[in-house]
């Protein structure tokens, strides 16, 4: 029987996820980036409290023999691996905060921005502004338009040069 996990990685103050085992592994986090799985409940560790390796494992269903059932989560080695589950436990400190969903992408992004464009390359400024405020909910929408920005804003460079000659 394979096993699926739900990794959730905190950078920067900000929350990513989720990822598999596989994904967290491939993406050779540095050893104190802190790390949760679902089933944590908000426990949060450091990567280099994870042994990837042997979630990968149990993620692609290869068994690995348990000779000791009574093993616990966190190893004499201070690595963690998940022979049985998570065992609950409540944060111990009184600043925890609750993981924050990850940002979700707008897969309505494939309409065309043609008027915001045209705005963009007459009215440079509305593009970056429009970047700035689409760039996480509707990535290529906010490209499009901060191109054409940029587009007008060379010409409209070039055209003053020229006319000044």
């Not at 023999?65 to 989560?73: I, L, M, R």
């Not at 760039?135 to 006319?163: D, E, H, Q, R």
């Amino acid at each position: 029987m394979s096993t699926s996990y739900k990794f959730y990685v905190q950078m920067d103050g900000q929350t990513f996820g989720p990822y598999s085992a596989r994904e967290i592994r491939d993406l050779d986090l540095l050893d104190d980036v802190m790390v949760t799985e679902e089933s944590m409940n908000g426990q949060w560790l450091p990567a280099a409290k994870f042994d990837f390796d042997d979630m990968v494992r149990k993620e692609s269903g290869y068994s690995v023999p348990q000779p000791n059932t009574n093993k616990s989560v966190v190893n004499a080695d201070g690595t963690v691996t998940n022979p049985n589950g998570w065992q609950p436990q409540s944060p111990t400190h009184p600043g925890y905060q609750q993981p924050t969903p990850p940002v979700q992408v707008n897969n309505e992004d494939n309409s065309s921005p043609i008027g915001w464009c045209i705005l963009s390359f007459l009215i440079p400024l509305v593009g970056w502004i429009l970047y700035f405020c689409w760039k996480s909910s509707k990535p290529k929408k906010a490209s499009a338009v901060c191109t054409w920005a940029w587009i007008g804003f060379a010409l409209n460079i070039i055209v003053t040069i020229a006319g000044g000659l």
